[in-house]
């Protein structure tokens, strides 16, 4: 993977997953992100960095915030964005993954950002990408969603620098979370030294254990003295049978209430990559609350995007070339 996703001098070509780049690279991507942060959020909202360049936003699975931070991403890098609609795209017509990725390339784009139902779909467009053309996973089944845990790492370090002192709890639908486990690979490889892993048994990955979290069936044992807690959606698209009791039986044991989020630190980050449910995965009053950097999550997700779409475009200056 790794030999796939860097080019033959290290740097960033494709960025496919956590698993496979390094912690250097990685922090790379966060600094970057800083800057553009910054860059973004003053005055000067639109950087010439990508001028020339065309992104293809290629989404086969619904989104509303990655799509949309994809999308603003390229744009404040003056980048020409074309949005596929692929429930009215030729996909849906019989044309197979390769001919659709033949079919966009001729018409010559540098950069494909993809999302898709299954796992491994991004992989296989980077394998089959023309030299020069980059691709970004936008969220591949269950497998990766690297940029959400590079967003995800940016907003925690904000506000807790001390990575290598937290202890981080992920709650939920473990089993079909691609960004739990994109989550969990990240947070390892920053140094974080407790990662605690909450779910229903029926929701729990076989083999979670080999990457490196600790397993709590208990919601109130595992939050107990947490300096983050992120909670995740139910997956029930892909829930295939009866995993889960009811709704309100999985609130009551994997909610998060104002009463359980008192047994963490004071100033525990509550976190969700959304969209959430609120009443069964997250209190409203919590989700609204002090703690909440749910909002944040978005906003630092335009600025990761950027840095990676820069990386991967082969520049990442938020200086370079401005006008
Ligand atoms: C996540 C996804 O699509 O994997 N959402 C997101 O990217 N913001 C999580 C989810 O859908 O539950």
Known sequence: MAELQLRPDGRLRHFLSIEGLNQPLLSEVLDTAESFRKAAFQQVRKLPLLRGKTVINLFFEPSTRTRTTF???ARRLSADVVNIDVAASSTTKGETLLDTLRTLEAMHCDLFVVRHGLSGAAHFFAQHAPEGVSVLNAGDGRHSHPTQAMLDLFTIRRHRPDLDRLK?????????????????HALNLFGVPEIRVVAPATLLPVDVETMGVHIYNDFDAAIDGADVVIMLRLQRERMHGPLLSSKDEYFRRFGLTEKRLARARP?????????????????????????????????????????????????????????
């Open 71 to 73: 999308e603003l991403a």
């Open 168 to 184: 981080v709890v992920i709650v939920g639908d473990i089993l079909h979370s691609r960004v739990a486990r994109s989550q969990i």
């Open 267 to 323: 100033n525990c980050l509550v976190m969700h990559p959304g969209p959430m449910n609120r009443g069964v995965e997250i209190e409203s009053s919590i989700a609204d609350g002090a703690q909440s950097v749910i909002l944040e999550q978005v906003s630092n997700g335009l600025a990761i995007r950027m840095a990676v779409m820069a990386m991967a475009l082969g520049s990442r200056d938020p200086g370079e070339g401005k006008a």
